[in-house]
């Protein structure tokens, strides 16, 4: 009876294999090939000058040390970061503010529903079109330097994206824009997941519902909070489409909005695969270490 | 009630001017989010005269001439949008019901890689789409694959966030019990699974079709470095042509309407089905 029950089991679990089997395959061809391949490619000289192709030629890891002798990368690094920093910082202050305010019953806050999905809706919009969108809006000629001088704010039009810091400032908006619905909901649904019976106890305590919020809420929500900020840094690091448009590719002015995506697709487009392959693994290797941190922090939370 | 009551006595700020405050704040974000998608709207209804007389906020009578325009004009935007729904619809559909299959296998059976194949694919959720590309690129021209939306749609079966989601969701909806009564009354595995858990999943499903299909719809980089003929071009790359042509000497009515065109439709999809999509944000955080 054991045995034949044994067997039985054996003949199911087989099929745990068949249905891995579509995502197996697909993951090797689509994913795993063109990442080793990728590797693989950064050990060569590979690129075409003019007509000429250069190599294949290996050249071991002399593709890194040219990326990162050349100044570029440290350049194109520290705008992916400090367009982040600009668009993180307000983004995650408004949505601890609002998840605070959406999850405490004493408010009773109505509408919420509606407040959602409003906030929200950004994050759907395609980034080609919204980068597309504010490079008009924000044209010399276009309606906000036009409701600007109307107001009489400004005397004449604004170059917003002739100046460095007003480029990366769109950026960064837009990033915010963006994501801070998202982050809401996250750390929404984190506050919920609070015993109620803290909130209580400080409140018969007498605390004031900003000695709750920075006493209670924060402290307990640091896992969360920490999840938000990696994810959202490894998402910041893969920069690509809001400066790509708005700048039509350029990273101007003076590539201060070039981002490393920004870097890496302009190996891509003119074929040097060789310094496309370093850059994708260097790349590769820094969102594998903020992954790690992410994965160290979700364990610890069960 | 009782303690709301205490609450405002005390020194801290009183539930009314918090609730005030609260409103407040809410309006003017609702409004940051809302504005630049007002002015668009705006803008597309008006001439290339009247919006280089200066804005109004009131809506004009030009949207079907500008868009008359368009579609006189190179960019074949409606083309585009075509090419840009085939490749999202066919992503949303593959990529959920073979996440669904694949997390079915980790979740229902017992077998020697299972334990490897979960660590597995949690660990290169993360790993970028671009870090990749230039060995996708490579695999996709030694294919002769490219002008071709297969690179686009088949990769999208092997979704790693989508199998989390969906195993997370498997673990609070699919009682394992289930499986074994379909297998007590004879139906095959395979059938068990399309004919009682795929139904059963159907609100996960529907969530991250909903997802797939918006990020595939946006998508950009990976497009771009593929489709190369006008004729499978799909919408993000239309706009990203329309940016980089001599802007001057464009109709600014007709770019309006271009952008507003690749805009709008997935906003009154997603007012639809608002509910269902801000409910799957806040789920998959809860239980991730």
């Known amino acids: 009876m054991a045995k034949v029950k044994r067997g039985k089991v054996v003949s199911y679990n087989k099929w745990g294999y068949i249905f891995l089997i579509p995502f197996i395959v697909v993951y090797l061809i689509f994913q795993l090939v063109p990442l080793f391949r990728t590797f693989y490619y950064s050990f060569f000289e590979n690129y075409r000058s003019g007509l000429t192709q250069i190599g294949p030629n290996f050249v071991g890891l002399q593709n890194f040390i040219t990326i990162f002798k050349n100044p570029d990368i440290w350049i194109y690094t520290e705008n992916t970061l400090i367009m982040w920093i600009m668009g993180f910082i307000p983004q995650i202050i408004v949505s601890l503010v609002l998840g605070a305010w959406f999850s405490d019953p004493s408010l009773r806050l109505k509408g919420q529903r509606f407040f959602k999905t409003v906030i929200y809706l950004p994050n759907l919009i395609m980034a080609a079109a919204f980068a597309m969108l504010f490079f008009t809006l924000f044209s010399e000629g276009g309606p906000i330097n036009e409701i600007l001088m109307q107001l009489g704010w400004i005397s004449e039009p604004y170059k917003f994206l002739s100046n460095e810091w007003s480029t990366r400032s769109l950026v960064a908006f837009m990033n915010f824009l963006m994501w801070f619905g998202n982050t809401t909901i996250l750390l929404m649904a984190g506050m919920m997941g609070i015993d109620t019976s803290l909130f209580e106890a400080a409140e018969v ?98 | 009630m009782l303690s709301i009551e205490t609450n405002e006595t005390k020194k801290g700020m009183g539930i009314h001017a918090r609730r005030i405050l609260a409103y407040v704040v809410l309006i003017l974000v609702s409004f940051l989010c809302l504005f630049w998608f007002y002015v668009l709207f705006v803008n597309a209804t008006r001439s290339h005269g009247e919006l280089t007389k200066g804005f109004t906020p009131i809506p004009s009578t030009y949207l079907l001439k500008n868009w008359q325009g368009v579609m006189a004009g ?24 073979f996440s669904t299959m694949t997390a079915y296998a980790i979740h229902v059976y017992d077998f020697k890689i299972k ?5 597995f694919i ?74 009682i858990v795929v139904p059963l999943m159907k609100p996960a499903i529907a969530v991250q079709a909903i997802f797939t299909f918006v990020s595939s719809w946006n998508n950009y980089f990976t497009p771009a470095l593929i489709l190369h003929n006008d004729k499978m071009k799909t919408l993000p790359i239309l706009i990203a042509q329309l940016r980089s042509a001599d802007f001057l000497k464009f109709d600014m009515g007709q770019v309006y309407v271009t952008i507003a065109f690749s805009i709008f439709p997935v906003i009154v999809v997603y007012l639809i089905l608002s509910k269902f999509i801000v409910q799957g944000v806040a789920m998959g955080s809860v239980k991730g």
Request: proline letters at 5%; aromatic letters at 12%.
């Open chain 2, 115 to 119: 334990k490897f194949m979960f660590t």
């Open chain 2, 122 to 195: 949690m660990a290169v959720m993360t790993i970028p789409t671009q870090v990749t590309a230039l060995g996708f690129l490579q695999l996709v021209s030694d294919m002769k694959l490219e002008d071709n939306f297969i690179p686009l749609i088949v990769p999208a079966i092997a979704a790693p966030v989508t199998f989390f989601y969906m195993k997370q969701y498997m673990e609070s909806a699919l009682p394992l019990s289930l499986v074994e009564a379909a297998r007590i009354d004879g139906s095959g595995e395979f059938r068990t699974f399309n004919t």
């Open chain 1, 205 to 302: 305590d007498g605390a004031t519902s900003t000695q709750v919020f920075f006493k209670i809420t924060l402290p307990l929500l640091r896992p969360i909070l920490i999840y938000v900020m990696i994810t959202s840094l490894i998402g910041g690091l893969q920069m690509f489409d809001v400066p790509q448009i708005l700048t039509n590719g350029t990273g101007d002015p003076m590539r201060s909005t070039m981002t490393l995506i920004m870097y890496l697709n302009k190996h891509l487009f003119s074929k040097n695969y060789g310094m496309g392959g370093a850059l994708s693994v260097i790349l590769f290797i820094i969102t594998g270490l903020l992954s790690l941190v992410v994965f160290k922090f979700s364990n610890k939370k069960d």
């Open chain 2, 74 to 97: 190179t960019l074949p935007i409606v083309r585009g949008m075509f090419n840009s729904l085939f490749v999202a619809l066919c992503s949303a559909a593959l990529c959920t019901y």
